[in-house]
C-alpha cells in the first residue's frame, strides 16, 4: 500500500510539483499526461457503455415497468393503454384486503390470506437456513477440512446436488416423497406415519419437505464456500495454539470460525436474498401446492399474475419482492458486510 | 498498441448498439402487411398454430391430420401456402398465443379455447369477426358455437366438442356387485360403498392439478343452480346461494370419502399413480373427465392394438348423475371443446380455412381419423366407437350444455374459482371460499 501511495502521490496536480521546487515538468509531457487521461476516461466509458446498456435495458427498465404497471387494472391481453389507473389498490389488496368495503371480505380469503401464507413460508425459510443450514454446513466443513482417504471424492459427492438444475432436482423429490414413493415406504418400515394427505400436501409439513429439499441442495455449495475460506486460514496459528495446549475444539472456536467470518457472512447474504427469490423448484413441486401448502412469495407472485393473468396485481407484487430484496440487500451490505470492507481495507 | 484497444473499443461500443437497437425494434407498420383480400391468384401464405404434438410413443394422429387437411387446402388453392408450427398445449395456451398477439405479430390461425379468454382477446381487438363471412357455417354447426361467440359475434369455429361424464372399468363393477349405471346421487353414492366393500378404489381425481376436482363443483353448481344463474356467472353476478350450496354438496360428497387416499397429491395424466393411470391400470373405479380420456387412458397401455382392445372393451362412461332438488334441470351437462381462430390482420383467405375444417368431408375424416367427436352434424355418422357415439348422446339428450366453468370465465375468475374449491378439497376452506375467490377476482378484471 505505500509503494501505491507514493505513486499516487508522484501523479498529483503538476502545478503543486512546480511549485514546490521541483523540475517543472515539460509541456510535451503534460500534454502526453492529459491525453493519457483523457484516453483513460474514453475507453472507461467505451468498454462499460455496452453493460449499462444492456443493465438499463434487461434491469432498470423492466423494474419500471413494473412499478407502472402494478398502479393499473390490467390483464396484459388489451392494450396498456387502454389499461384504467387504479393506484395503489393491488398493494392493498395484497397486504390488508384492498379498501373497497364490498370486497374486502372476498380479498381478504382469496388474495390477503395466500399472500401472507406465502410471505411466512419465505420468512420460515430464511430462518431455518440460519439456524439449521449454517451450523450443520459449518460443522461438516470444519470436519471435513483435514486430509483423510477420500477427501476429494466427498466434496464432490457434497457438491453434486448443486449442480443439479432445479428442475430435475424438483422433479425428481416430487417422486420421491410421492404419496406411493421410496419417502413414503422408508418411513413406514421404520414404524412412523407419513404425513396425511402426502408430503408436501400436508399442511403441516409441506414447507418443511420444500426445506429438507433446498437443504439438500444448497448445504453443498456452503460447505464448499466454508472450505475454501479454511483453506486459507494459516496453518501456523492452528499449530501455536495445538502447542499452546488449545483443542480441536478451542481451536475451531477461537481461530477457524473468526477467520472465514467474511466468508459465512457473504454466505448468509447469498442465502438471505436466495430465500427471498426462491422459485424455480417450489413451482415445479406442483406450484406450491393446491392450497399454497409451500407456496413462496415469487410462486405466489406467478400464480396470481402469470396464470390468472392479473398483470397489475402480479406487478404489485412483484414490487414488493423487489423492495423487500432491495432493503435488505443494502441494510446487510451496511451493516454486515461494511465491516468485512473496512477491515479489508485496514488490511492494506 | 493504443490505436488498436481504440479500434477494440469502438468495436465494443458499435455491437452493443446494434445489440440494443435491434432488440428495441419492434414490428413496422408495413402497410402491405394489412388484411389482403386473398382472392384471385396473388400467393398468400397463412401461419398456424395448434396444438397437435406428438405423444410419449411418438405418434401423432392429431397433427397428422391436420398435416393432410392442410395440403388438400392448398392443391384447391394454388396459391395459398399454409405453414404449420405444432405447440405442446400448456405453452401455446398460457405462453405462445398471448406473446405472440402482444407482440403484434401473431399467427393467422390459432387454437382457440373459447369463453372468457376469448372474449378478452376479442375486446383486445385481435380477433376476426367471422359472423357475416362464415354465417352458413356457424348456421350448420348450431349451438356448437355457443363458446366461441362474444357479445352476439362469431371470433372462432369450434371442431370439436364433447360433454363430460363419468368413465369406468366394467370388470371392477362386476366384482363389487354393481349391475346398472348410476343415473342418481344417491345410486352414485351406493356404487361407492359397494366398491369400498369390495376394496377398490371407488373414484379417482386428480386433484393436485386442481381443474379435474374444480369439474365436481361445477357439476354440482349446475345441478344447484338455474340456467340463467350460471348464464350471469359470465357478467360476474355470485349473489345466488346457489354457490354456497354447490360447495355444500361437495363437502357432503367428500365426506363419504369416494376418492382414493390423499387425492390432493394425485395428478391427473402423468404416470401410472395418476387418475388417469389408476383408472387405465384397474387401480380405480371410476373418474370424471372429459371425451379426451378415451385417448389418455390408452396411452398407459403397451400401445398394442390388443392391449388397447382390452382396455375399450372393459371402458364404459355414463354421464354425471344429476343431484335432484336444486334450481337446475337435471340432465344438464359440461362439455367442452377445441377450434381455430383468425388474427385480425389474417389475410381473408384464413375464414376460408376455418369454413374447410369445419365442413363435412373434414369434420368426418376427422372422427374417423382421429377418433374425435366432431361438431358438424353432418359428420355424427362417422363416430364409430360405442362409447364415443354415446357421449355424442348425451350432448344431445342434455337440457342445455354449459362450457367448463373456468373456460368460461376465463383464467383470472375461473382460476380463482378453482383455486377456491382447492381448498375445499384440500379440507381448510368452506363452501364459501370458491364464491370469495370469484368476487375478488372479478373486482380485478
Known sequence: MTTMETSGKGRGPVGDASSAGLRPASPDIMAARRQDQRRKWTEIALFTSPALLLFALFVVFPVISAARYSLYKWNGVKAFSEAEFIGFENYARALWGGNDPATQGAFRSAYTEPFWQAMGHNLLIIVASMAIQLPLALLIALVLNRKFPGRSIVRVIIFAPYVISEVIAGVMWFIIFDPNGIATQFVESIGLHPPEGGWFESQQWGIWTVFFIVTWKYLGLAIILFLAGLSGVSQELQEAAAIDGASWWQIQRRINIPLIGPTIRIWVFLSLIGSIQLFDMVWVLNRGGTQGQYATIATFMMQYGFLRKDVGFGSAVAVIMFLISLLVAIGYMLTVLRRDNDNSELAR | ?445
Open chain 2, 1 to 445: 498498441m493504443a490505436h488498436m484497444r481504440r479500434m477494440a473499443a469502438f468495436a465494443a461500443i458499435a455491437a452493443s448498439t446494434a445489440l440494443v437497437l435491434a432488440a428495441c425494434s419492434e414490428p413496422s407498420d408495413d402497410p402491405t402487411g394489412g388484411p389482403t383480400t386473398g382472392a384471385n391468384d396473388e400467393p398468400v401464405t397463412l401461419t398456424w398454430w395448434h396444438n397437435g404434438v406428438a405423444g410419449d410413443s411418438g405418434e401423432n394422429t392429431l397433427g397428422d391430420y391436420w398435416d393432410k387437411v392442410a395440403a388438400d387446402f392448398m392443391a384447391e388453392h394454388t396459391n395459398v401456402t399454409i405453414e404449420i408450427e405444432q405447440i405442446q398445449n400448456e405453452d401455446l395456451q398460457r405462453t405462445r398465443i398471448p406473446t405472440a398477439l402482444q407482440s403484434g405479430d401473431a399467427p393467422d390461425i390459432f387454437q382457440q379455447w373459447g369463453g372468457g379468454e376469448m372474449a378478452a382477446q376479442a375486446e383486445a381487438g385481435y380477433l376476426m369477426d367471422l359472423s357475416d363471412t362464415l354465417s352458413d357455417t356457424i348456421s350448420t354447426l348450431g349451438g356448437a358455437v355457443g363458446p366461441w361467440q362474444s357479445d352476439g359475434k362469431t371470433y372462432g369455429l369450434p371442431f370439436q366438442f364433447a360433454v363430460e361424464g363419468i368413465w369406468y372399468r366394467k370388470s371392477l363393477f362386476e366384482q363389487a356387485g354393481i349391475t346398472a349405471e348410476p343415473t342418481t346421487m344417491d345410486e352414485l353414492g351406493a356404487a361407492v360403498e359397494a366398491l369400498k366393500a369390495a376394496n377398490i378404489t371407488p373414484i379417482a381425481v386428480g386433484a393436485a392439478d386442481k381443474w379435474p376436482s374444480a369439474h365436481w363443483w361445477y357439476n354440482f353448481a349446475l345441478q344447484a343452480c338455474s340456467q340463467d344463474t350460471i348464464k350471469n356467472m359470465g357478467s360476474f353476478d355470485f349473489t345466488d346461494p346457489c354457490f354456497v350450496q354447490a360447495g355444500e354438496d361437495l363437502e357432503a360428497f367428500l365426506a363419504t370419502e369416494p376418492f382414493q387416499a390423499d387425492f390432493t397429491s394425485t395428478v391427473a395424466q402423468t404416470g401410472a399413480t395418476s387418475s388417469a393411470g389408476m383408472v387405465a391400470n384397474g387401480n380405480a373405479a371410476m373418474e370424471l373427465m372429459g371425451q379426451w380420456n378415451y385417448f389418455v387412458y390408452q396411452g398407459f397401455t403397451d400401445g398394442s392394438d390388443e392391449a388397447i382392445q382390452a382396455l375399450l372393451d372393459d371402458l364404459d362412461w355414463f354421464p354425471m348423475p344429476g343431484v335432484g332438488g336444486g334450481a337446475g334441470d337435471p340432465t344438464a351437462a359440461l362439455g367442452g371443446g377445441d377450434g381455430f381462430s383468425c388474427y385480425v390482420d389474417a389475410p381473408a383467405v384464413c375464414a376460408d380455412f376455418l369454413a374447410y375444417i369445419a365442413s363435412d368431408d373434414v369434420q368426418r375424416g376427422f372422427a374417423e381419423t382421429v377418433g374425435g367427436l366432431p361438431v358438424n352434424p353432418n359428420a355424427t355418422d362417422a363416430v364409430s366407437s360405442p362409447v364415443n357415439q354415446e357421449i355424442a348422446q348425451a350432448a344431445s339428450n342434455a337440457a342445455y350444455v354449459q362450457l367448463w366453468l373456468d373456460t368460461d370465465l376465463g383464467p383470472n375468475v375461473g382460476g380463482a374459482l378453482n383455486d377456491g374449491i382447492a381448498t375445499i378439497f384440500g379440507g381448510t376452506g368452506t363452501a364459501q371460499n370458491p364464491v370469495d375467490a370469484m368476487v375478488a377476482a372479478a373486482a380485478t378484471e
